[in-house]
């Protein structure tokens, strides 16, 4: 009996030790880090004019790789995908009193970063299936001061971007893709972050590929590559009038530089980013496929010609057939040892920009009922579809739901 009591109630857990960390670290990656020490030349750059105002050649090494993997003319890699986001705003010529459309349901950096340059972001609703941005309710909410579109591929999956560059390149307005959590995911055969003006990508420990923290932007324009690049290293201070850059001279800069030592280590992890992803595709089908067999959870919709690599799987969970509450059950789930969890609180619930706009329309979860429902009710994630765990950890993690299920009348009291 104490084998099927769940863990919650005294039970023993089905997963009783922690799951295998992921660690894409390998000899590779040890060797490279090896070479710059033993160079050390940490990081290649001057803020000055000439060769190294643009870094050493591990970055520039990186940044052809970025280049020749996402088929696209410019990349420039800075010390994380907030740098980048900053850096590509900036570019867009965004300032003050602009406009920023954007996701409330993505992590904080995809609308902080318009707060950074003296932007509003605009918070526009989600589908209810893909959770990106919903391309009606967008053109709705364009007006004479937006200058972005920021369209995040949230969780691995691309934004509908072909419809958003569409109404970008119609009103004249730039579209960022906030690519951090879909690097190599595919919409009609174009990498994400490759179909919008710029594109950004994340590096950060948590990430598909890592370099500990780092972030590239692709382009490709020669002109918004040459403004993230003086953004990424002091700006017009620092360049004369008559270097390459000239014409770009309201740039701020900041020191967004990524060091020699994370370039060398980000490029085997570029060269694994296939492997990575189609590991974490063959898990994740391998649990779509159990998951449907739950009448309360609905598995991930994929996009019509896209495809979905898995920074995260979420699920919709359905609390009217087990009279179970969502979160009753993450923390049933959770207790038997599997990572499951809500995702982000909604943007426009975060102080800072009640503070600083006031309690508008635009921020009042009650006008986003697909976030507002998604938060509070219906979204469950799973970050465990990623090597090194297997279709073992899987079935696990699929036994551990079938428990919960099964024990719900118990639950409902607690
Ligand atoms: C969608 C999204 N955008 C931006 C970021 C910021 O990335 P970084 O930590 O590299 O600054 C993250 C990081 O989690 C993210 O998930």
Sequence with gaps: MKKNKIALLGGNPIQDSPLKPYNTISSAEIKKANEVLNSGQLSGYIAAPGENFLGGKWTKKLEEDFCRKF????????????????????AAGVGEDDEVITSPYTMAASATTAVMCGAKPIFVDIEPDYFCLDVEK????ITSKTKVIM????????????????????KN???????????????????????????????????????????????????????????RNHGEAVIPETSEFNGHEDIIGYNYRLTELQSAIAIPQLKRLDKLNKRRQELASFLFEEISKFNFLKPPKIRNRCTHVYYLFPMKYDSSVLKVSRDKFIEAINAEGFPVANYVRPLMEIPLFKRKFGNTKNLDLQNYPITKNLWEESMIITSICRPPLNITDMKNFVRAIDKVANSANLLRDL
Excluded: W
């Design 151 to 170: 369209a995040v591929n949230i969780f691995g999956q691309p934004a509908n971007l072909k419809k958003l560059r569409k109404i970008a390149d119609e």
């Design 173 to 231: 307005i730039i579209l960022i893709e906030d690519n951090a959590q879909a690097p190599g995911a595919k919409f009609n055969n174009l990498y994400t972050g490759t179909i919008g003006h710029m594109g950004i990508f994340s590096l950060n420990r948590h990430k598909t590929i890592q370099t500990g923290e780092g972030g590239v932007i692709v382009t490709n324009s020669k002109c918004l590559a040459d403004r993230c690049r003086l953004v």
């Design 71 to 90: 088929e696209i003319k410019h990349s420039i890699t800075l010390n994380s995908a907030t740098s980048a986001l900053h850096a590509a705003l900036i």
């Design 138 to 141: 967008v053109k709705k909410a």
